[in-house]
């Protein structure tokens, strides 16, 4: 099995993550594997785990690129002699598909957002991500998505939810050396004295931050100590950071909440925290982080939307709260804390119990390569 996956960088992301995952399986299961993407630093994850890389622009929407990106592709295809094409975004999987078409190797879209479609034009370029040979969806959520949007045929959609090495989640697989040098890198002091509160994500204004900080300022109001934490990527949105900026200095909010950038050992800061929030305003597809969350232990708010309704037993493992709604978050957030230690450590050991039973790596990486085993089997 001979697998070519592509994406438009190998950074920081759930799909790039994915990406990884499903080229060591690959290798592991005998294959080889081979990604094409701008680069990240991913990429030395990546050839580390015996993969093979080609730095291309497919991140680009520009047509003139998109059309030089079809013909290396189609090169590179032919040369590493791929039995799958596997594409993961919307511009390369327009040069993807017509590189399919000239060599006749079967492709498979995994459509991993909802992606805006408030225009007729704006859904056409999304259909490109439905119209794999398959089409990988990360949940039921978006699988309804895809066929709603885009009138996919059913048999067509293969449901596959993230996957996460809930191993590497355990806190009794951190050490305490990991938890010093995450103290460190956060500036605090060896025994927090708050709560701390953990909501990774990029730092775009759909993650929520806005009305996460908000919640912040509510609880500081109601003399509830507590620090948060906001890891992740701006990724060029430096107008966005300056206006999350600009709120916790109004807010009054310096020492309780905090912006530390990239992050590249979560399950460490998973494992310093008491909580774990998502706060999207906007569907998330699957939602890794409250996933990740209950993977590791922590009770997980997270908002009432996408695939999060499909990772988070409300009252179980969690709660779910409205979207953007800065009170209803407050609430919640001051529920948990008041809770008894052994009450969060139930509420804890719930969600690993849950997540380890849906959400497994190992559980996405053989359903992935049972898709590829599929395509393969049709060309005999």
């Excluded at 799909?15 to 081979?34: C, F």
């Excluded at 759909?206 to 300022?217: F, N």
């Excluded at 609430?331 to 690993?352: F, H, P, V, W």
């Amino acid at each position: 099995m001979r697998i070519l996956q592509i994406i438009p960088e190998l950074s920081a992301g759930g799909a790039e993550r994915t990406t990884l995952d499903i080229s060591a399986a690959v290798i592991a299961a005998g294959g080889s594997s081979h990604v094409i993407a701008k680069g990240g630093r991913l990429v030395e994850q990546l050839c580390s785990d015996g993969a093979e890389f080609t730095s291309l622009a497919v991140h680009s929407k520009n047509p003139l690129i998109m059309r030089r990106n079809r013909i290396q592709i189609t090169k590179i295809a032919k040369t590493f002699a791929a039995d799958i094409l596997h594409v993961r975004s919307r511009a390369p999987a327009w040069s993807v598909r017509k590189a399919s078409k000239k060599t006749a190797i079967p492709y498979v879209t995994t459509y991993h957002g909802t992606y805006n479609s408030r225009s007729a034009a704006k859904t056409f370029y999304n259909s490109i991500m439905a119209s794999g040979d398959l089409v990988i969806a990360n949940s039921r959520f978006i699988a309804e998505h895809i066929k709603k949007t885009h009138g996919t045929d059913p048999a067509r959609i293969r449901v596959i939810p993230r996957g996460l090495d809930l191993e590497a989640l355990h806190i009794a697989n951190i050490s305490q050396s990991r938890l010093q040098a995450m103290r460190k890198t956060l500036s605090l002091e060896e025994e927090p004295a708050m709560p701390l509160i953990v909501m990774p994500g990029r730092l775009t204004r759909w993650k929520g931050q806005l009305s996460m900080i908000q919640a912040m300022a509510l609880l500081r109001d109601e003399n509830i100590d507590c620090r948060l934490f906001l890891p992740g990527d701006a990724q060029g949105r430096n107008s966005y950071v300056e206006e999350l900026e600009r709120m916790i200095a109004r807010l009054d909010l310096r020492g309780r909440v905090f912006m530390p950038g990239h992050v590249s050992d979560m399950p460490a800061l998973y494992a310093l925290a008491q909580l774990v929030i998502s706060a999207s305003i906007e569907p998330e597809a699957f939602g890794r982080v409250a996933v990740e969350g209950q993977a590791a232990g922590k009770p997980v708010i997270a908002t009432a939307l996408g695939g999060s309704l499909e990772t988070v037993k409300d009252g179980q493992t969690g709660a779910l709260v409205p979207p953007n709604d800065a009170e209803a978050m407050a609430k919640q957030i001051a529920r948990i804390l008041s809770l008894s230690t052994d009450q969060q450590i139930s509420m804890g050991k719930a969600g690993q119990s849950w997540v380890a039973g849906q959400f497994s790596k190992k559980t996405m990486c053989s359903s992935t390569l049972a898709v590829y085993e599929e395509l393969l089997s049709r060309q005999h």
